[in-house]
């Protein structure tokens, strides 16, 4: 069982390039989340979907776009990358049967170093 | 502004001792606290959980404590193993908000053998 799986785990673009994170999880779980995580300041979230085809605004949303046409994959982009998009990114994701809030963890994938120069 | 704050950056406990980390919260209408461990090149791995209808939760050798009234949550190891030697982060949801999660800054803690 992969649980989250994140591709690429290593890029590197110049400043104004675009890219596009995948995150694919094997689990059947209905929200999926993407973090940004960068010295002294934790993970923030930058977006979430809550079940296929919708999307919703974290933390930092500001420069990503993201996309959720299958249940299992969730896709991160950076239409015009910037240095301050240099960081980790993590995938999660969680089970919520039902809708509404429940007590369940997230599962997180391996993450993306991704530098911008 | 940091809704859920790590102070201590860093933490080295003794093989065998105790470790406790600690955690701050500002936002009252968090009731889901959650505590992860991550290794270096690994993502976050869950590792305990309370509700706020409880004050202490047990899993092994790892038990996270909550005063609401405080604010204040904190994680116990005993006895701390090398293993444990991770950079740990709490994270907390609100209520009504499906599963959004704030995390910590973390606190990276080192067992010495």
């Known amino acids: 069982n992969a649980g989250v799986t994140q591709t690429p785990k290593f890029r590197v673009l110049k400043t104004g390039q675009s890219m596009t994170l995948l995150c694919a999880q094997d689990?059947?779980?209905?929200?999926m989340y993407w973090y940004r995580q960068d010295p002294g300041m934790g993970l923030r979230l930058i977006h979430y979907s809550v079940g296929e085809g919708t999307t919703a605004k974290g933390e930092v949303p500001d420069g990503y776009n993201v996309s959720r046409l299958k249940k299992q994959n969730f896709l991160l982009g950076l239409e015009s990358a910037a240095p301050s998009q240099t960081s980790v990114y993590f995938c999660a994701s969680s089970y919520t049967p039902g809708g509404g809030p429940v007590d369940s963890p997230l599962h997180f994938g391996n993450g993306t170093r991704l530098t911008v120069t | 502004d940091q809704q859920v704050k790590q102070n201590s950056p860093s933490l080295s406990v003794q093989e065998g001792r105790i470790s406790i980390l600690n955690c701050d919260y500002t936002n009252s209408m968090f009731d889901y606290f959650l505590w992860y461990k991550k290794y270096p090149a690994e993502g976050p791995t869950f590792l305990i959980s309370?509700?706020?209808?409880?004050d202490k939760n047990e899993d092994g050798r790892f038990t996270v404590f909550l005063n609401k009234s405080a604010k204040h949550l904190s994680l116990h190891i005993v006895p701390s193993q090398p293993g444990d030697s991770a950079v740990y982060f709490c994270a907390a949801s609100p209520v009504g908000t499906g599963n959004q999660f704030y995390f910590g800054t973390g606190t990276s803690l080192t067992v010495i053998p």
């Open positions: 309370i509700s706020s209808i409880k």
């Open positions: 689990m059947n779980h209905e929200y």
